[in-house]
Protein backbone atom coordinates (compact mmCIF):
# COMPACT_ATOMS: atom_id res chain seq x y z
CA UNK A 1 0.00 0.00 0.00
CA UNK A 2 0.88 3.66 -0.75
CA UNK A 3 -0.01 7.24 1.09
CA UNK A 4 0.99 10.34 0.02
CA UNK A 5 2.80 12.74 2.01
CA UNK A 6 0.90 16.04 3.14
CA UNK A 7 3.56 18.23 5.37
CA UNK A 8 7.46 17.70 5.52
CA UNK A 9 8.08 15.68 8.84
CA UNK A 10 10.10 12.73 10.44
CA UNK A 11 8.71 9.43 8.02
CA UNK A 12 7.48 8.17 11.50
CA UNK A 13 5.14 10.82 12.46
CA UNK A 14 3.80 10.89 8.95
CA UNK A 15 3.02 7.63 8.67
CA UNK A 16 1.37 7.65 11.73
CA UNK A 17 -1.43 10.32 10.42
CA UNK A 18 -1.93 7.61 8.13
CA UNK A 19 -2.58 4.95 10.97
CA UNK A 20 -4.28 7.05 13.92
CA UNK A 21 -5.47 3.76 15.56
CA UNK A 22 -2.16 1.88 15.58
CA UNK A 23 0.12 1.79 18.39
CA UNK A 24 3.44 3.37 18.26
CA UNK A 25 5.50 0.08 18.94
CA UNK A 26 3.45 -1.62 16.10
CA UNK A 27 4.62 1.29 13.66
CA UNK A 28 8.49 0.96 15.63
CA UNK A 29 7.79 -2.69 14.15
CA UNK A 30 7.37 -1.49 10.40
CA UNK A 31 10.65 0.01 10.25
CA UNK A 32 12.73 -2.84 12.02
CA UNK A 33 11.53 -5.26 9.77
CA UNK A 34 12.57 -2.86 6.82
CA UNK A 35 8.84 -2.59 5.82
CA UNK A 36 8.49 1.10 5.24
CA UNK A 37 10.14 2.35 1.57
CA UNK A 38 10.55 5.72 0.63
CA UNK A 39 11.83 6.58 -3.15
CA UNK A 40 12.24 2.81 -3.59
CA UNK A 41 14.97 2.54 -0.13
CA UNK A 42 14.18 1.39 3.18
CA UNK A 43 13.14 4.30 5.28
CA UNK A 44 14.48 4.69 8.74
CA UNK A 45 11.83 6.20 11.48
CA UNK A 46 14.14 9.30 11.54
CA UNK A 47 14.10 9.73 8.17
CA UNK A 48 12.84 13.25 6.88
CA UNK A 49 9.75 13.40 4.08
CA UNK A 50 8.45 16.21 2.26
CA UNK A 51 4.47 17.02 1.03
CA UNK A 52 4.18 14.72 -2.17
CA UNK A 53 6.17 11.85 -1.12
CA UNK A 54 5.43 8.62 -1.40
CA UNK A 55 5.40 6.52 1.68
CA UNK A 56 5.64 2.52 0.48
CA UNK A 57 4.36 -0.59 3.06
CA UNK A 58 4.28 -3.67 2.51
CA UNK A 59 2.40 -4.62 5.24
CA UNK A 60 -0.19 -2.44 6.83
CA UNK A 61 0.80 -2.08 11.19
CA UNK A 62 -0.84 -4.56 13.26
CA UNK A 63 -4.15 -2.93 15.48
CA UNK A 64 -3.95 -2.43 19.12
CA UNK A 65 -6.07 -5.49 19.38
CA UNK A 66 -3.98 -8.02 17.52
CA UNK A 67 -0.95 -6.77 20.05
CA UNK A 68 -2.82 -8.01 23.06
CA UNK A 69 -0.76 -11.68 24.44
CA UNK A 70 -1.67 -14.26 23.43
CA UNK A 71 -2.56 -17.51 26.00
CA UNK A 72 0.65 -19.93 25.48
CA UNK A 73 0.38 -22.76 28.02
CA UNK A 74 3.94 -24.09 27.07
CA UNK A 75 5.31 -21.36 29.18
CA UNK A 76 5.85 -23.07 32.84
CA UNK A 77 4.64 -20.62 35.64
CA UNK A 78 6.23 -20.51 39.08
CA UNK A 79 3.26 -19.02 40.63
CA UNK A 80 4.68 -17.23 44.27
CA UNK A 81 1.13 -15.36 44.97
CA UNK A 82 -2.05 -15.55 43.88
CA UNK A 83 -4.76 -13.59 44.70
CA UNK A 84 -7.98 -12.44 43.22
CA UNK A 85 -6.62 -9.12 42.15
CA UNK A 86 -3.09 -10.12 41.20
CA UNK A 87 -0.81 -12.78 40.70
CA UNK A 88 2.99 -12.47 41.08
CA UNK A 89 5.28 -15.04 39.34
CA UNK A 90 9.14 -16.20 39.27
CA UNK A 91 10.49 -15.00 35.89
CA UNK A 92 13.54 -17.28 34.82
CA UNK A 93 16.85 -15.24 32.95
CA UNK A 94 16.16 -16.32 29.34
CA UNK A 95 12.55 -15.20 29.37
CA UNK A 96 11.08 -11.95 27.95
CA UNK A 97 8.56 -10.08 30.47
CA UNK A 98 5.99 -9.75 27.02
CA UNK A 99 6.00 -10.06 23.45
CA UNK A 100 7.48 -7.11 21.05
CA UNK A 101 4.97 -7.81 18.12
CA UNK A 102 1.80 -9.68 17.40
CA UNK A 103 1.49 -13.04 17.29
CA UNK A 104 4.96 -13.41 19.32
CA UNK A 105 4.32 -16.21 21.95
CA UNK A 106 7.15 -17.80 24.73
CA UNK A 107 7.06 -14.77 26.94
CA UNK A 108 5.72 -14.32 30.64
CA UNK A 109 2.60 -12.60 29.37
CA UNK A 110 1.57 -14.88 27.34
CA UNK A 111 1.87 -17.90 30.21
CA UNK A 112 -0.27 -15.68 32.82
CA UNK A 113 -2.68 -14.78 30.16
CA UNK A 114 -3.32 -18.80 29.60
CA UNK A 115 -3.35 -19.56 33.54
CA UNK A 116 -5.73 -15.82 34.25
CA UNK A 117 -7.22 -15.40 30.60
CA UNK A 118 -8.60 -12.13 32.49
CA UNK A 119 -5.16 -10.55 32.19
CA UNK A 120 -5.11 -10.51 28.70
CA UNK A 121 -7.18 -6.95 28.28
CA UNK A 122 -5.23 -5.29 31.48
CA UNK A 123 -2.74 -2.91 30.62
CA UNK A 124 -1.60 0.39 29.40
CA UNK A 125 0.28 -0.92 26.71
CA UNK A 126 -1.42 -4.03 24.94
CA UNK A 127 1.29 -6.53 25.39
CA UNK A 128 1.32 -6.52 29.48
CA UNK A 129 -0.88 -8.91 29.68
CA UNK A 130 -1.55 -7.57 33.00
CA UNK A 131 2.42 -7.12 33.99
CA UNK A 132 2.58 -3.70 36.11
CA UNK A 133 6.28 -3.90 35.81
CA UNK A 134 8.89 -5.45 33.61
CA UNK A 135 12.09 -7.35 34.24
CA UNK A 136 14.97 -7.76 31.44
CA UNK A 137 15.27 -11.00 29.22
CA UNK A 138 18.67 -11.84 30.95
CA UNK A 139 17.84 -10.59 34.75
CA UNK A 140 15.40 -13.30 36.90
CA UNK A 141 12.99 -12.13 39.83
CA UNK A 142 9.58 -11.50 40.54
CA UNK A 143 7.23 -9.88 38.50
CA UNK A 144 3.59 -8.80 39.02
CA UNK A 145 0.51 -9.01 37.47
CA UNK A 146 -2.99 -7.47 37.66
CA UNK A 147 -6.04 -9.42 37.47
CA UNK A 148 -7.66 -6.42 37.49
CA UNK A 149 -8.24 -2.84 35.61
CA UNK A 150 -8.68 -1.27 39.58
CA UNK A 151 -5.65 -3.14 40.76
CA UNK A 152 -3.14 -2.30 37.84
CA UNK A 153 -4.54 1.63 37.94
CA UNK A 154 -3.77 1.29 41.36
CA UNK A 155 -0.24 -0.58 41.10
CA UNK A 156 1.18 1.56 38.42
CA UNK A 157 0.38 4.82 40.31
CA UNK A 158 2.06 3.31 43.35
CA UNK A 159 5.05 2.59 41.11
CA UNK A 160 4.74 6.31 39.98
CA UNK A 161 4.98 7.81 43.52
CA UNK A 162 8.14 5.52 44.33
CA UNK A 163 5.83 3.88 46.70
CA UNK A 164 7.01 0.30 45.45
CA UNK A 165 10.06 -1.14 46.99
CA UNK A 166 12.41 -3.39 44.77
CA UNK A 167 15.19 -5.07 45.87
CA UNK A 168 18.08 -6.85 43.30
CA UNK A 169 20.66 -9.21 43.99
CA UNK A 170 23.57 -8.92 41.45
CA UNK A 171 26.55 -10.57 41.25
CA UNK A 172 29.16 -8.37 40.37
CA UNK A 173 32.86 -7.61 39.31
CA UNK A 174 35.35 -6.07 41.67
CA UNK A 175 33.12 -3.92 44.26
CA UNK A 176 31.62 -1.40 44.17
CA UNK A 177 33.30 2.41 45.09
CA UNK A 178 29.78 4.39 46.32
CA UNK A 179 27.08 3.12 47.99
CA UNK A 180 24.58 4.52 45.73
CA UNK A 181 24.27 6.07 42.55
CA UNK A 182 21.94 9.01 41.08
CA UNK A 183 23.15 9.41 37.89
CA UNK A 184 20.36 10.11 35.05
CA UNK A 185 19.81 7.50 32.73
CA UNK A 186 18.80 8.50 29.19
CA UNK A 187 17.94 5.30 26.46
CA UNK A 188 20.86 5.00 23.63
CA UNK A 189 19.75 2.07 21.35
CA UNK A 190 19.56 -0.89 23.18
CA UNK A 191 21.22 0.47 26.47
CA UNK A 192 21.21 3.52 28.51
CA UNK A 193 23.42 6.07 29.43
CA UNK A 194 24.36 8.20 31.68
CA UNK A 195 23.47 11.74 30.41
CA UNK A 196 23.68 14.34 32.86
CA UNK A 197 21.61 17.21 30.33
CA UNK A 198 18.95 14.73 28.87
CA UNK A 199 18.69 11.84 31.12
CA UNK A 200 15.99 11.10 33.65
CA UNK A 201 16.34 10.92 37.48
CA UNK A 202 17.06 7.52 39.35
CA UNK A 203 18.42 6.90 42.24
CA UNK A 204 20.16 3.12 43.18
CA UNK A 205 21.50 2.13 46.78
CA UNK A 206 23.98 -0.68 47.07
CA UNK A 207 25.06 -3.00 50.25
CA UNK A 208 27.92 -5.45 49.57
CA UNK A 209 26.47 -8.94 50.98
CA UNK A 210 29.78 -10.53 50.74
CA UNK A 211 32.81 -10.57 48.36
CA UNK A 212 36.07 -12.03 47.03
CA UNK A 213 39.35 -10.98 45.54
CA UNK A 214 37.40 -10.53 42.50
CA UNK A 215 33.49 -10.51 42.63
CA UNK A 216 31.12 -9.12 45.29
CA UNK A 217 27.58 -10.12 46.04
CA UNK A 218 25.96 -6.85 46.15
CA UNK A 219 22.09 -5.84 47.20
CA UNK A 220 20.62 -2.98 44.89
CA UNK A 221 17.39 -1.03 45.79
CA UNK A 222 16.08 0.90 42.88
CA UNK A 223 13.69 3.48 44.06
CA UNK A 224 13.36 4.56 40.22
CA UNK A 225 12.07 2.25 37.44
CA UNK A 226 14.53 3.48 34.42
CA UNK A 227 15.17 0.91 31.73
CA UNK A 228 18.26 -1.14 32.95
CA UNK A 229 18.95 1.29 35.96
CA UNK A 230 20.39 -1.20 38.04
CA UNK A 231 22.54 -2.50 35.08
CA UNK A 232 24.19 0.80 34.72
CA UNK A 233 24.18 2.50 37.60
CA UNK A 234 26.60 -0.63 38.65
CA UNK A 235 28.68 0.15 35.71
CA UNK A 236 28.72 3.52 36.60
CA UNK A 237 30.30 3.02 40.36
CA UNK A 238 32.81 0.25 38.71
CA UNK A 239 31.36 -2.94 39.20
CA UNK A 240 29.53 -3.98 36.16
CA UNK A 241 27.59 -6.92 37.05
CA UNK A 242 29.24 -10.27 35.88
CA UNK A 243 28.69 -11.23 32.11
CA UNK A 244 26.58 -8.42 31.44
CA UNK A 245 28.98 -7.48 27.81
CA UNK A 246 26.46 -3.95 27.19
CA UNK A 247 27.78 -2.61 30.37
CA UNK A 248 31.18 -4.02 30.11
CA UNK A 249 30.97 -7.06 32.48
CA UNK A 250 33.43 -10.01 32.02
CA UNK A 251 31.90 -13.51 31.26
CA UNK A 252 32.33 -16.09 33.39
CA UNK A 253 33.63 -19.31 31.48
CA UNK A 254 31.08 -21.17 31.72
CA UNK A 255 27.99 -19.31 32.84
CA UNK A 256 26.28 -17.65 30.26
CA UNK A 257 24.27 -14.70 30.39
CA UNK A 258 24.67 -11.91 33.12
CA UNK A 259 23.62 -12.32 36.89
CA UNK A 260 20.86 -9.74 38.17
CA UNK A 261 17.42 -11.32 40.02
CA UNK A 262 14.93 -9.37 41.32
CA UNK A 263 15.49 -11.10 45.23
CA UNK A 264 11.81 -9.27 46.59
CA UNK A 265 9.17 -6.86 46.12
CA UNK A 266 7.06 -5.19 48.38
CA UNK A 267 3.82 -3.67 47.28
CA UNK A 268 0.50 -1.34 48.74
CA UNK A 269 -2.35 -3.19 48.09
CA UNK A 270 -4.98 -1.29 50.06
CA UNK A 271 -4.29 -1.13 53.74
CA UNK A 272 -2.01 -3.32 53.32
CA UNK A 273 1.96 -3.96 52.25
CA UNK A 274 2.55 -7.01 50.53
CA UNK A 275 6.35 -8.59 50.46
CA UNK A 276 7.09 -10.72 47.58
CA UNK A 277 10.85 -12.66 48.17
CA UNK A 278 12.06 -15.48 45.74
CA UNK A 279 15.22 -17.21 46.27
CA UNK A 280 18.49 -17.18 44.09
CA UNK A 281 18.01 -19.85 41.12
CA UNK A 282 20.47 -22.23 40.64
CA UNK A 283 22.31 -20.71 37.84
CA UNK A 284 22.82 -17.90 40.41
CA UNK A 285 24.12 -19.90 43.42
CA UNK A 286 26.33 -21.66 41.10
CA UNK A 287 28.05 -18.99 39.53
CA UNK A 288 28.17 -17.58 43.24
CA UNK A 289 30.65 -20.81 43.93
CA UNK A 290 32.77 -20.66 40.85
CA UNK A 291 34.15 -17.08 41.92
CA UNK A 292 34.52 -18.45 45.86
CA UNK A 293 30.99 -17.00 46.80
Known amino acids: MKHTVVTADRVDKALATFYPTAG ?3 LADLFDEGCV ?21 TREPASKEALRPLPDPSVSLTI ?12 PAGLPSQPLRAG ?14 ECAAIGA ?21 ARTPEMYRALRDAFGAGLVD ?33 GLPAYTSFTVERASASHALVRCIAQTGRM ?20 GGAALEGHPGFFLHGARIELPVG ?19 AVGL
Open 271 to 289: SERIVIDVPLPDRFTTALS
Open 37 to 57: RVAGKKAKKGDRVVAGDVIEL
Open 125 to 145: DERDGGLVHRLDIGTSGVLVA
Open 80 to 91: LLERPDLVAIAK
Open 24 to 26: RRA
Open 166 to 198: KQYLALVDGRPVSRECDAPLAQRGKRVAVDHTD
Open 104 to 117: ELGTAANGIVARFP
Open 228 to 247: HQVRAHLANVGSPITGDELY
